[in-house]
């Protein structure tokens, strides 16, 4: 198994080589389609695998959760920790809590107990309507140090945001905050209160959750054509901008004070589902572009340029995609990545 070095030179921004080396694979029993890194010591050692399958004859949506302990010798041998949960299509670390976005439209929190090797549901919220075949999409917690709340996106269309992981009561719910899937929340990293939302209804909106669901909302555009899908607000970004995907293969970096047109845009094929900011390169992106394979993108300081520098092949529907902060050093421009594809049922370290 070779390690990925050297790929990336830290002085000049360029790639070495053209395509990264796979280190390691596992195919599971059901489909993955999301993965993250533990966010905190101790949990940054391990990885978060959630999975969803449509049981064809019984139409019911089953899910797993799966945690690995990333061990140099072989870190996707076997399943640390593993939980039956219903469909998972998002999921988020606080601590040793994870929050799963579930395909029977609710936020399950799960509870990890390293000594044990177990996890444990804690509590969920409830669904805001008897709509069985309603799908939690998306699930993003405020950064810490804040009040704590959970932010959730709909299939059909709503967002909803409750008090906190211990109190998970509803404190503001918006039920027409798009025409169709509501696909994607995020809190804005640098504004308390603040949330952004992307749906099939090609909307990108922004929202204050002190403010009455009724209210219209803080930041709009009708720029896109098609379904928004993923966004991103991240220290290195800074205060104002967003990265945005979308079904229309292109990912955009926004200011929000400017609605007309994103400031650059990268086109990267495929539709691009998930963007994951480095956390310890403000240069580097990583996108999962369903059809067309993990791509790491480039955005330059001075925000003026955007473009795809790597490509990770996969044959299979590309959807969930993090760094590895433990195994990669800036220094000498090594990266160490996990993702997951959707058919194929494979979970990769690059």
Not at 89 to 117: H, M, P
Not at 317 to 332: F, M, P, R, V
Request: glycine content about 6%; charged content about 25%; hydrophobic content about 35%.
């Amino acid at each position: 198994q070779r390690r990925v070095r050297g790929i990336l030179n830290p002085q000049t921004m360029t790639f070495n080589k053209k395509e990264p080396h796979k280190k390691v694979s596992t195919v599971l029993e059901l489909c993955p389609d999301v993965t993250y890194y533990g966010t905190t010591t101790p949990y940054t050692n391990f990885l978060a695998v959630g999975c969803y399958e449509l049981e064809e004859k019984t139409k019911t949506r089953q899910g797993k959760l799966l945690l690995y302990k990333q061990d140099r010798s072989n870190p996707l041998s076997e399943p640390y920790a593993e939980l039956s949960l219903p469909g998972i299509l998002d999921l988020k670390w606080r601590d040793n809590i994870i929050s799963c976005a579930t395909a029977l439209g609710y936020v399950q929190f799960v509870r990890f107990d390293i000594a044990e090797r177990r996890l444990e549901m804690v509590s969920k919220t409830t669904p805001h309507c008897e709509n069985r075949s309603l799908i939690c999409l998306f699930v993003d917690l405020e950064k810490p140090g804040r009040c704590g709340f959970v932010a959730a996106s709909f299939s059909d269309g709503s967002l909803n945001v409750v008090g906190s992981i211990e109190d998970p009561r509803s404190i503001w719910r918006k039920e027409d905050a798009h025409g169709y899937e509501a696909w994607t929340v995020r809190w804005d990293h640098f504004k308390n209160n603040v949330l952004y939302s992307g749906g099939d209804d090609c909307s990108l909106k922004g929202w204050d959750v002190r403010i009455p669901p009724n209210s219209p909302p803080l930041f709009q555009t009708k720029f896109y054509q098609m379904g928004v899908t993923c966004i991103e607000s991240s220290l290195f970004l800074g205060e104002n901008f967003l990265l945005v995907g979308s079904y229309d293969e292109t990912a955009c970096l926004w200011d929000v004070r400017k609605s007309k047109e994103p400031l650059v845009t990268s086109r990267l094929g495929g539709g691009v589902w998930r963007l994951n900011h480095c956390r310890t390169n403000k240069n580097l992106i990583a996108a999962a572009c369903m059809h067309n394979h993990f791509q790491i993108i480039r955005l330059n300081d001075s925000f003026s340029e955007m473009f795809s520098v790597l490509s990770y092949k996969h044959d299979s529907l590309a959807y969930g995609i993090d760094w590895n902060d433990e195994w990669s050093d800036h220094g000498e421009g090594r990266y160490e990545l996990c993702s997951c594809s959707f058919y194929d049922k494979q979970v990769s370290l690059w």
